[in-house]
């Protein structure tokens, strides 16, 4: 199933990379290593992830080295990456994001 990632998503994903490498150089590249097999795993099977949002029909992706998630809605067209939210900080500022 294709996949991809809204604006605010990607901006999020660069933002996150760049900070983390920043704290250490190679750790922005492992966070990124974690996002590729996290979006390969939603890609493959996305309606076995968790709903978060039943109303929405999001669902999340948690990352196991670093404290994210993906979080996304799965269409009939394809996966589409909402937000990469940090775990611990500002839950669920993501719901006001629009859906494809």
């Not at 605010?8 to 994903?13: G, Q, R």
């Not at 996150?16 to 493959?44: C, K, N, P, R």
């Not at 394809?78 to 611990?88: D, P, Y």
Request: proline share 6%; with cysteine.
């Amino acid at each position: 199933m294709s996949l991809r990632f809204n604006a605010d998503a990607s901006a999020e994903l660069d933002a996150t990379a760049l900070w983390y490498e920043h704290e250490q150089v190679g750790l922005g590249a492992a966070f990124l290593d974690e996002i590729s097999l996290a979006v390969v795993a939603v890609a493959e099977a996305p309606r076995t992830w968790p709903v978060v949002s039943k109303r929405r029909h999001i669902r999340r992706c948690l990352l196991t080295r670093f404290p994210f998630a993906l979080l996304f809605v799965a269409l009939p067209e394809g996966v589409v990456v909402l937000a990469i939210a940090h775990t611990k900080r500002r839950p669920f500022y993501w719901r006001a994001r629009r859906l494809p």
